[in-house]
Nanobody, 127 residues
Framework: QVQLVESGGGLVQAGGSLRLSCAGS????????IAWFRQAPGKEREFVAA???????????YYVPSVRGRFTILRDTPKNTVYLQMNRLKPEDTAVYYC?????????????????WGQGTQVIVSS
């Protein structure tokens, strides 16, 4: 059974940091694109960051403009785990954060292309 399990969410003051983890099991995700999405109350789930496997055996990272320079997505391949380091958090970053994996090479920011999803972890940033 393939599973993605997020952890690391919590309550933090504006300007603080959190590191989210997404641990995969049931298969290897080495060649998958792994992404983080988030969903704020009353809003649609939106793309945040992706760690994409390329055909030349390299990885690329992508970010939504609102988090670029503050968030970093990292992959620990032996641990089958992806992290989202979030610095200089803002109240507008408050949301449930989900990790997702796709085993194709389709657009990294389209949630419908992802095959596997975690259950989500709540991040609350107080002002």
């Amino acid at each position: 059974q393939v599973q993605l399990v997020e952890s690391g969410g919590g309550l933090v003051q504006a300007g603080g940091s959190l590191r989210l983890s997404c641990a995969g099991s049931g298969r290897t995700f080495i060649t998958d694109t792994i992404a983080w999405f988030r969903q704020a109350p009353g809003k649609e789930r939106e793309f945040v960051a992706a760690h994409k496997f390329n055909s030349n055996i390299t990885y690329s990272t992508y970010y939504v403009p609102s988090v670029r320079g503050r968030f970093t997505i990292l992959r620990d391949t032996p641990k089958n785990t992806v992290y989202l380091q979030m610095n200089r958090l803002k109240p507008e970053d408050t949301a449930v954060y989900y990790c997702a994996a796709q085993d194709g090479s389709r657009s990294y920011d389209v949630r419908e292309y992802y095959n596997y999803w975690g259950q989500g972890t709540q991040v609350i940033v107080s002002s």
